[in-house]
């Protein structure tokens, strides 16, 4: 990459625009001149656009028509590194720049003028009353010196609610002025808080607090299971960070997480950290970019795009919950959060951390191959042990067949009850049934878009398709028999399983947790608090709450469906269900109590729901390498997919043939094409999708040979082409 250099006034630049063009493009420099890395906005055609200084301009345009930079943003400008960056995700992901710029922009208004908001200091004098609300936060403002902060902020640093403060503004005792609203975040003390490590914590601790001080680039897998201290210990890394001046990131699988993550980071570091999700407003997504750019944020705690914000120093990223599936952005950039945050701390000579507590195939074999350090907790913080774990085999179990919860998982949800300790009861299915089918004729009912069925959502009453979101009533009559009042609704989803529950057991109380019943994250994180709190006896969950909340009073899971996973062609089926069964098992006993997790079945002798039971972790890894290094799939392999799409089915089939028989670029360096194929979900939103899978040898150069194969074919219109490097889902 080039260094950076400044460009004198009507020098040539080229700058990149986030427009869907597959160049740079020259401009002149502005008045004042410019550096490289600059965010500037230029004219395009009859527009202003942003764009990014990337370096001096090629100068093959006629110069009389070149035009000039219209100005320079008030914004810090981009890091070489993140220039670099951004070239190597792009390369990587075989994306276009701009949409690289697209991705690393997203915040709007980043060339207004500054706009202001009200803010709050320590003012002169004492209270009229002194009341305990009011100390904490006058001790809070006492404690910061002349710091200011938002009202939020501060309600939240001291615990009150805002009337509080505002009663203090009255009496001048706290002052109440207009500011910048882009400010810096409260500063974070690394020392201000903290648990005394176990033994074994403070051991993975001090090794990486060694890595983070040592400034070079660094990946390490912290293991352990739930509850092992995983949190405490890579806040400790990131302590360390803040004290050696440098920015840090911790990447969360789900915005419902960030609540609960947030108030331990006030507890450890005495102040709430910048957040980066589709959660937060506008005008603090706008804070949050800016400040990362002027340092005015030591840490950032975000979903996978906060990767892609504009870091001054960035010296550690966590991947909490590594193994998790929405790190793969599946739409847009295909990209992997956690691929992508290896490659980042690279260029930035920056730790990463990922946590888990059962790692993805391809973390593990990259410790075992020495690429990743590995530090392991085994033991659970205090009392608490991993919950026994049993299989109900259900081919003995004499239940209707409209019921899901076995006789044993009855008696044992029943004792919990008793004893006044909390049962979940998991199935990873939203809505109350996944098939509405017409007991007349047969016909299931089907999204109109889609190759995908209508799932029956009794709560809102209606019928949604889980491909593309498209919802309609619930018809009377069959639409393919139009007989009436025949249409039935076959299998459980979580609602289903919640009108069982309140049979079965009508005095308990019962909570819901699915994504979709909540409006919005706030409700959902109020709801997991209460849950905590002991507010229901049975909660009932998707795979929403396997992911890393505490419930201390927890100590039974019942998983109604363990075989769920194991159904369908995926490469990581077997990984998926082993990773999800344990997260869900792990959620019981927790704090004190030994718990226990029962695993409904029809299959028990299966290899898979052995291994869990087994605990036996390093054999199914083991088994399961071996499995892919022998198919010489990934992580052994390479794997890219191209999906291509149209409304037009002949389209895409044609075009897909075509290029399987054009394969010379692949075949130059050994590669192999299947397909086309329908893909696993053949249409979408009234798109026909079709799909081929390319698989290499590790050491191929993939995606050179992808896009000399690509660039052979011409693409019809409405026609589009997908490459997706390293396939996730097999969609
Ligand atoms: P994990 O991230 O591995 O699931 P956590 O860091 O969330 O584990 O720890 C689980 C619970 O135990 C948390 O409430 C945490 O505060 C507590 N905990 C862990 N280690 C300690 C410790 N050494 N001292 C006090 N509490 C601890
Ligand atoms: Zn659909």
């Not at 017409?438 to 878009?449: K, L, N, P």
Request: charged content about 25%; aromatic content about 6%; some cysteine.
């Amino acid at each position: 990459m080039s260094a950076v250099t400044f460009y004198h006034e009507g020098e040539l630049v080229a700058v990149l625009t986030a427009q869907p063009l597959d160049r740079l493009l020259d401009y002149k420099a502005p008045e004042g001149g410019c550096l490289t890395g600059a965010f500037v906005e230029v004219p395009l055609g009859p527009r202003k656009v942003l764009g990014v200084i990337w370096g001096a301009g090629a100068g093959d345009y006629d110069i009389a028509k070149v035009r000039s930079v219209i100005r320079v943003l008030d914004v810090a400008p981009m890091q070489d590194g993140m220039r670099e960056f951004l070239g190597w995700v792009a390369d990587y992901t075989l994306t276009p720049l701009s949409a690289m710029l697209r991705l690393a922009t997203r915040s709007p208004g980043l060339g207004d003028p500054v706009s202001m908001r009200k803010v709050y200091r320590l003012g002169r004098g004492a209270p009229d009353r002194d009341t305990a609300a009011r100390r904490r936060v006058l001790e809070v403002l006492q404690g910061y010196g002349s710091l200011s902060f938002t009202l939020k902020e501060l309600a939240e640093m001291a615990g009150v609610s805002t009337s509080v403060i505002k009663g203090l503004v009255k009496q001048g005792v706290v002052s109440e002025e207009e500011s910048p609203r882009d400010l810096p975040y409260p500063g974070l003390d690394p020392d201000y808080g903290g648990v005394e490590l176990t033994e074994d914590q403070a051991v993975a601790a001090a090794q990486l607090r060694a890595r983070v001080a040592s400034g070079e680039y660094g990946t390490t897998l912290l293991k352990g299971v739930t509850g092992s201290g995983k949190t405490e210990v890579y806040l400790e890394a990131v302590a360390e960070c803040l004290r050696k001046g440098r920015q840090a990131l911790v990447l969360l699988p789900e915005i419902a997480l960030t609540a609960e993550f947030l108030a331990r980071v006030v507890e450890r570091f005495g102040a709430s950290p910048a957040e980066w999700h589709s959660g937060v407003t506008m005008t603090e997504r706008r804070r949050c970019w800016r400040m990362v750019g002027e340092g005015g944020a030591q840490l950032v705690v975000g979903a996978r795009s906060a990767l892609f914000l504009p870091y001054q120093n960035l010296g550690l990223i966590i991947v909490d919950e590594e193994h998790d599936t929405s790190y793969k952005q599946e739409d847009g950039v295909i990209y992997s959060a956690r691929d992508m945050a290896v490659l980042r701390a690279s260029i930035d000579s920056a730790q990463v951390i990922l946590a888990s507590a059962t790692p993805s195939l391809e973390s593990w074999a990259n410790a075992e191959a020495g690429k990743y350090e590995r530090l392991v907790l085994t033991s659970r913080y205090g009392a608490a042990e991993l919950p026994e774990m049993r299989a109900i085999d259900m081919r003995a179990e004499k239940i209707p067949g409209n019921r899901w919860i076995s006789n044993v998982l009855r008696r044992e949800v029943d004792d919990r009850i008793t004893r006044g300790e909390q049962a979940l009861i998991f199935l990873n299915r939203r809505g109350y049934a996944p098939v509405t089918i017409c007991r007349a004729c047969g016909h299931q009912i089907g999204c109109d878009h889609c190759d995908a069925r209508m799932v029956e959502h009794r709560f809102s009453k209606r019928l949604v398709c889980h491909q593309c979101g498209e919802s309609k009533p619930i018809p009377e009559v069959c639409p393919s028999c139009e007989v009436e009042g025949k249409l039935a609704p076959v299998g459980p989803g979580v609602e289903r399983l919640a009108e069982e529950v309140a049979e079965l057991f009508p005095d308990a109380r019962v909570a819901v947790l699915s994504s979709d019943l909540f409006g919005s994250a706030r409700e959902l994180k109020a709801q997991i608090v209460a849950i905590a709190e002991g507010a229901a006896d049975i909660i009932i969950g998707t795979q929403l709450v396997a992911k890393g909340h505490n419930f201390p009073l927890l100590t039974l899971v019942g998983v109604i469906d363990a075989d769920l996973g194991l159904q369908g062609s995926d490469l990581r089926a077997a990984e998926r269900t082993f990773q999800l069964m344990r997260q869900v098992s792990g959620r019981a006993g927790r704090v004190k109590k030994q718990g226990l997790a029962l695993l409904q079945t029809y299959q028990p002798e299966h290899a898979v729901i052995r291994s869990i039971l087994a605990g036996d972790e390093e054999a199914f890894w083991q088994a399961e390498a071996d499995e892919r290094r022998i198919a010489g799939m990934p992580p052994y392999g390479r794997l890219a997919g191209v999906i291509l799409s149209s409304p037009d089915v002949k389209a895409v089939f044609d075009l897909g043939a075509e290029m399987a028989r054009h394969d010379g670029p692949l075949q130059k360096i050994g590669a192999r094409v299947y397909g086309p194929a329908p893909a696993p979900i053949a249409r979408i939103r009234g798109r026909h999708r079709v799909r081929l899978l390319i698989k290499a040898e590790k050491s191929a150069a993939l995606q050179g040979a992808i896009s000399a194969w690509v660039a052979q074919f011409r693409l019809p219109n409405n026609l589009r082409l997908q490459v997706d490097i390293d396939p996730q889902s097999f969609y």
